[in-house]
């Protein structure tokens, strides 16, 4: 039996009452024990949940070792120290206790440690986009609200221990290695309003105490070895549903057709709608026979009732159907009487012929079949979010997509006055930039905010098309990640078309990296290769989580917004759709006089999701030599920064003279090397060869755990000279 801290305090006790109670009873072992038991009830409020200044402190200095004391846990200590005065990264505390723990792609490597059970105030615990391994902890914090443990290395199963979480709200443990079955553990967790368990190796049937989860809308499961059917979902108030890519079979429940967006491609469904439950009914025990003697009349029933009470059923059937009839005759009564008023109402002259009829008939049989249409019908496939996701209204595409209602605008409206006000009336001391669309102004509302307002030129966006702009800004206020710029409000007002975002205020990327003339400004390596993981991750969703697809068609280091820690904000998200697409040469010259452009899209004005990564390519290849992609004061041979550095990628002796001088050599020779092995792939010619986003962000993860370990090792600057003579051969399998 394992025990925790608090229980092996009261195995303690007992055990010094007992032997108090067995031996002679002196002043000097009265008073040690005396001392003892006071330790032990001052240690009480911690055990009750009432937390002081030492509650689940050792937990954390515990995680720290098991994850071999990671510099980039700034403060953290393996012993002593305060993680609520001293700010430990990631905590959050209430007073003195510790209620939120987000580590979310730091690099981080090891376990979780044997204690986290001790904190008992923690309701946010986020190690997602890591590389823990082993199995998930047996004993978790009790009281978590949400729990992330997405794409990290753990194997194993669920631990039973989830079951006692009755406050959880949100569970993440998609992209594992967890395997065996899910568990039938979910009872008592009828707060759980999303649980993703995609991505893993779990095998055997949807757990019967799924049906419990009474508050759950989302749900994903695709991508695993999951068997049987879907009956125990039938009665969860479910809006996204993805079982894609697993082994269930058998007839989809006719109630998931109501699910909002629901996935099930990759199956062994039952073609057509499934057969209405059950399919054959038994007779009642009490309907009427006409041979009550033969051998084919044996009742069915054993509950011992005896024949007088089925006679009695007989009676009230027959009397209940009498009472039917009745009313539903006095109904079509009703209806032919309100039918004819309406007629005479309409003045009609003739009476309606069975033209007339039929036409009504052929409305009815064409929303049926649109009935049935939707029943059977499912939307394309998507991964799940670490966030929101944006559904956009589609009509009979691919794998039967259905239209959607279209979702209301969630960002705030402005008044042109008011954004007029905020701007000095869009004075050019408030200009801060200025992209394809129209001028950026940073604006001052009365309340302190900040915030940036593009102002869309009239001249670049047809104004006869408010639904179109309305559209744009309700998919585009609900793209929801944190290395997006977040879309807060819109005007449509006396022709005007304005856009409210969120105020990143360190300036853009291509600034940092191009205008920087003091040097002050010139980011490290680690930070440009977390810009270049920052603005992975915000592709990776708009390319695969959105649905549909979300292509930018303007990816450039200008849009690449730094905040004051240097996290990269991409800008724009959602401006494609604005740009009319009669407007190609425009657009063309928007993307490609930067030298930004994939080549299929300068030849033939195609962007796909690929010609995204040909940029972000680009852009990779901007942070690692500090130049331009197109820079005429440069030698012919250099002017096109893709064409000058892609034969030199794979040159160790080249690829050093390549980086930007203002590195001045501090950068791991290694890291190096393997930065320019995922711009090698990004930029290729040929779009289907470029990796997805996804590949590309675990790339750069692997990149920044391999640069800290070798940071760790390292004792003094030797680690970052950029000239190695044992380079050695990439891993980049994606």
């Not at 992209?175 to 993703?196: C, K, P, R, V």
């Not at 998507?382 to 209204?393: G, N, Q, T, W």
């Not at 960002?411 to 001391?429: G, I, K």
């Amino acid at each position: 039996m394992c025990l925790t801290a608090p229980n092996r305090r009261r195995v303690e006790t007992s055990t010094m009452g007992d032997r108090h109670s067995a031996q002679p009873c002196s002043v000097t072992l009265f008073l040690i024990e005396f001392v003892l038991l006071g330790l032990v009830f001052a240690a009480l409020p911690r055990i009750s949940g009432t937390t002081d200044a030492s509650d689940g402190f050792q937990a954390l200095q515990v995680m720290y070792t098991s994850v071999n004391s990671p510099p980039q846990l700034t403060n953290w200590k393996s012993s002593g120290g305060d993680p609520c005065g001293e700010s430990w990264k990631g905590v959050t505390c209430e007073g003195t206790a510790v209620v939120a723990i987000e580590v979310s792609g730091l690099g981080l490597s090891g376990t979780t440690g044997y204690l986290l059970s001790d904190l008992l105030s923690l309701r946010k615990f986020d190690l997602s986009d890591n590389s823990f391994h082993d199995t998930i902890p047996y004993q978790l914090p009790p009281n978590l609200t949400s729990l992330n443990l997405a794409r990290n290395n753990f194997s194993g199963n669920f631990p039973y221990s989830i079951s006692t979480m009755v406050s959880l709200n949100y569970l993440n443990v998609s992209h594992n290695s967890l395997s065996e079955s899910i568990g039938d553990i979910f009872a008592t967790l009828g707060s759980l309003a999303t649980l993703d368990l995609s991505l893993n190796n779990f095998s055997g049937d949807i757990p019967a105490s799924f049906s419990s989860l009474s508050n759950l809308s989302a749900l994903y499961v695709q991508n695993n070895q999951l068997t049987g059917s879907l009956n125990a979902l039938t009665g969860l108030p479910l809006t996204t549903l993805n079982v894609a890519n697993n082994h269930f079979s058998g007839w989809i429940p006719r109630e998931l057709s109501s699910v909002h967006t629901f996935i099930y491609d990759g199956n062994s469904f039952d073609n057509g709608p499934a057969p209405p439950p059950p399919p054959y009914n038994p007779p009642p025990p009490g309907r009427p026979s006409r041979n009550h003697s033969g051998p084919g009349t044996r009742p069915q029933r054993t509950d011992g009732k005896s024949s007088e009470s089925k006679k009695g059923l007989t009676v009230g059937a027959l009397v209940g159907i009498i009472v039917g009839s009745v009313f539903v005759a006095l109904i079509l009564l009703l209806a032919l009487f309100f039918c004819i008023r309406k007629n005479k109402r309409e003045g009609s002259v003739a009476r309606p012929s069975s033209g007339g009829l039929s036409v009504g008939t052929n409305n009815v049989n064409t929303e049926m079949q649109e009935q049935r249409v939707k029943s059977a019908s499912a939307v394309t496939d998507l991964k799940p979010p670490p966030a929101e996701i944006l559904v956009v209204d589609r009509l009979h595409g691919k794998n039967g997509s259905i239209k959607r209602i279209k979702s209301p605008i969630t960002a705030t409206p402005y008044t042109v006055a008011t954004l007029q006000t905020a701007t000095n009336s869009f004075s050019q001391e408030f200009l801060v930039g200025e992209g394809s669309l129209g001028r950026v102004y940073r604006a001052e509302f009365p309340n302190g905010k900040m915030m940036a307002i593009k102002k869309i030129d009239n001249a670049a966006l047809s104004l006869q098309e408010e639904d179109n702009f309305l559209e744009a800004v309700s998919n585009m206020s609900r793209l929801r990640h944190p290395n997006i710029v977040t879309l807060v409000g819109y005007c449509a007002e006396h022709g005007q078309r304005l856009l409210v975002y969120e105020y990143i205020g360190n300036g853009s990327l291509h600034d940092i990296l191009h205008f920087a003339e003091d040097g002050t400004n010139t980011l490290t390596w680690n930070a440009r290769v977390r810009v270049a993981l920052g603005t992975a991750r915000a592709l990776e969703y708009l390319h695969e989580v959105c649905l549909p697809s979300v292509v930018h068609r303007n990816f450039k280091s200008a849009n690449i917004l730094l905040d004051e820690e240097l996290n990269a904000h991409l800008s724009d998200c959602g401006l494609a759709a604005l740009t009319p697409n009669t407007e190609r040469q425009v657009s063309t010259q928007m993307v490609g006089s930067f030298g930004y452009s994939a080549p299929e899209f300068a030849l033939s004005g195609v962007y796909t999701v690929k010609s995204d990564v040909y940029s972000f390519g680009v852009v990779m290849l901007e942070l690692l030599t500090g130049r331009k992609p197109l820079d005429s004061a440069r030698a012919r041979s250099e002017q096109s920064l893709v064409r000058w550095a892609t034969p030199q990628l794979h040159d160790i002796d080249a690829l050093a003279k390549m980086v930007d001088p203002s590195l001045n050599g501090m950068y791991p020779a290694k890291s190096l090397s393997r930065f320019a092995d995922i711009i090698a792939l990004c930029v290729q010619p040929e779009p289907e060869f470029r990796p997805p986003m996804s590949e590309v962000v675990q790339a750069l993860v692997r990149l920044v755990q391999r640069a800290s370990m070798v940071k760790r090792r390292s004792s003094d600057e030797s680690g970052f000279a950029y000239r190695t003579p044992d380079h050695e051969a990439i891993d980049m399998s994606f």
